[in-house]
């Protein structure tokens, strides 16, 4: 049950969120607004939702969703395709399309997430990374107050041996901040001006929808995430996305499928009516996650807990760090997340360790698409400081019931 003391501070909340659900809601019209006018430019029609089996040539849904991608991204190619197992392959094709042996990948932005150590080579087995084909590794850190280290990020640019620089965009388990698009600008025009063939990536995950505009806008060469976060709408079955540069999203292609095959084939079987709305319904989404995200941090902060993203902060990207102090307090916050969710309501989930991850990670996620961070999920590392990482919500209304319950679930445990 939730007191009703929670339930006056919920009120509390709301009522000093008033400003930044507003804003969310004239960003979501905005995105609205460009993901309607690349659908009308695109021509939809119901021919586009029927799908494709076999090699998948000739397929007219696929094709007329990588251009809708490719000019909300404003970028000169998109490679949308249910063949990307996740965000991580997704990232990853990206990377061996700007890899070259013998030369380096540049990190800007720190450690990247764990997952990606494992595929460029940093941390686990070599074998199939980045450094099992010959390209190595340097990062610059973060600055002191969480941005970009330009003059740092220029110097390390004029280097001949680098092939292309890597900016992870979200936190991932860490407790830094998201950075913001026009950020992410100011490494590129860093970058570009010392180095203008140097091409710049972007780990997008987490981000889209969260601005008006996305890292293409502002010089980004390459850009990639996975459709069971923001732009899948909570619809999107599976499935990743790369756009960018013509030339380097058909490398990546490679990447996916074979060299000489690229992007021409790959079915899209009964999938592409659910990648449209999902795409269609992203914008909206992503602004009931943002204000699931800001009422979770209200709530926390209320009730002494350090969190990041504040709530009256601008985000960009629908993460929110809480800092529970204790593994008690994760496992049961996360605990309450799972029991207020519409499936898998009647599980407790437990630490373990889950692939690519160094330490156990609990993980919270009652979601219609299995590991959809889009959906209501909560989850974290069971380490110091036991800081919970939540994403998501398809509704605010039920974001902001799992929040109450998983605050009521740690509270009566104490």
Known sequence: MISEKL???????????????REFDRVALENT???????????????????TTGYGYDDLGRET????????????????????????????????????????????????????????????SAHGSLKYYGVGYA???????????????????????????LIQRSRGYDTRR???????????????????????????CYGEFTQVIEPTHVGADLVAGSLIKNPGGGLAPSGGYIVGKAELVERAAARLTSPGIGGECGATLSVNRLLYQGLFMAPHVVAQALKTA?????????LGFPTSPGALEQRSDIIQMIEL????????????????SAVD???????????????????AAGTFVQGSSIELSCDGPVRPPFVAYMQGSLTYESGKLSVLHAISEMLDRK
């Open 65 to 124: 969703l990588e251009k809708i991608y490719a000019e909300i991204f404003a970028a000169e190619a998109a490679l949308v395709r249910v063949g990307f197992v996740n965000g991580t392959h997704a990232i990853t094709s990206a990377l061996f399309a700007l890899g070259v042996p013998g030369k380096k990948l540049l990190s800007v932005t720190g450690m990247p997430y764990d997952t990606l150590r494992t595929a460029i080579g940093i941390e686990g």
């Open 33 to 51: 607004q460009r993901v309607l006018t690349a659908f009308q430019n695109a021509r939809v029609s119901d021919a586009c939702f029927a799908g």
């Open 294 to 302: 800001a009422f979770c941090a209200a709530m926390l902060e209320n």
């Open 345 to 363: 309501s009647y599980v407790r989930p437990e630490p373990w360790q889950m692939p690519g991850y160094e330490c156990p990670v609990v993980m």
């Open 139 to 165: 990062q610059i850190d973060l600055a002191a107050d969480g941005g970009a280290d330009l003059p740092a990020i220029a110097e390390a640019a004029r280097d001949t041996d680098v092939c292309a620089v």
């Open 178 to 204: 998201a950075l913001t698009v026009e950020e992410i600008g100011e490494i590129c025009d860093a970058v570009k001006r010392v180095n203008p063939q140097l091409p710049v990536f972007v780990d997008n």
């Open 325 to 340: 102090g204790s593994a008690e307090n994760l496992q049961n916050f996360c605990a309450g997340v799972q029991a207020s």
């Open 7 to 21: 339930l006056t501070l919920a009120e509390q909340a709301e009522d000093r969120l008033t400003a930044r659900f």
